[in-house]
T-cell receptor, first 114, second 115 residues
Framework: EAGVTQFPSHSVIEKGQTVTLRCDPI?????LYWYRRVMGKEIKFLLH????????ESGMPNNRFLAERTGGTYSTLKVQPAELEDSGVYFC????????????FGPGTRLTVT | SQQGEEDPQALSIQEGENATMNCSYK?????LQWYRQNSGRGLVHLIL?????REKHSGRLRVTLDTSKKSSSLLITASRAADTASYFC???????????????FGKGTKLSVIP
């Protein structure tokens, strides 16, 4: 079974540019999550999809971040325009219902905004 | 607000020794999970302990949970160089009737096992 995949693995962009991150969850997992870790700090929740619907987007920092999951399969997270403080590692995770919250994480996308 | 907080932030031990990492949290939980992250990789689920459990074992891992003190510990026995990684605790709360669980992570403990 393929795990959660993320693309790209690393992105370096200038302040003001746009970046789109992609996540492909484990097949059959309805739940998809985005998390972010800024260097040295805790892993913070961004949002949660159930199929194509946003269940909880309380962790999204501001309206420069837009997440989509059209068709309930893969998801994208767009940052536009990027700011320096957006730098960090963005993790995607997926899960099945009824497994007490166990998440399966992707390898992350390291975003560097210069 | 930050929930799980691991202690120590960094730990360096010799291969064969035991490693103990602690996690403190602030609110009620349904369960608590420990994850490992190897450099450049995603987090991998290690073990889950429910709020009504006090201790759980999985191979060389032993997890304890004290809900009265709102703390948990992860013990790795007979450590190996391959255990070198960051370890995170995640407190888990059921937050909706649809069975959705909210995970809150700490900053992690960076474990280095020296061969």
């Amino acid at each position: 079974e393929a795990g959660v995949t993320q693309f790209p693995s690393h992105s370096v962009i200038e302040k003001g540019q746009t970046v789109t991150l992609r996540c492909d969850p484990i097949s059959g997992h309805d739940n998809l999550y985005w998390y972010r870790r800024v260097m040295g700090k805790e892993i913070k929740f961004l949002l949660h999809f159930v199929k194509e619907s946003k269940q909880d987007e309380s962790g999204m920092p501001n309206n420069r971040f837009l997440a989509e999951r059209t068709g309930g399969t893969y998801s994208t997270l767009k940052v536009q325009p990027a700011e320096l403080e957006d730098s960090g590692v963005y993790f995607c995770a997926s899960s099945q219902a009824g497994l007490a919250g166990i998440r399966y994480f992707g390898p992350g996308t390291r975003l560097t905004v210069t | 607000s930050q929930q799980g907080e691991e202690d120590p932030q960094a730990l360096s031990i010799q291969e064969g020794e035991n490693a103990t990492m602690n996690c403190s949290y602030k609110t009620s939980i349904n369960n608590l999970q420990w994850y490992r992250q190897n450099s450049g990789r995603g987090l991998v689920h290690l073990i889950l302990i429910r709020s009504n459990e006090r201790e759980k074992h999985s191979g060389r891992l032993r997890v304890t949970l004290d809900t009265s003190k709102k703390s948990s510990s992860l013990l790795i026995t007979a450590s190996r160089a391959a255990d070198t990684a960051s370890y995170f605790c995640a407190t888990v709360l059921l937050y909706s009737g649809a069975g959705s669980y909210q995970l809150t992570f700490g900053k992690g403990t960076k474990l280095s096992v020296i061969p």
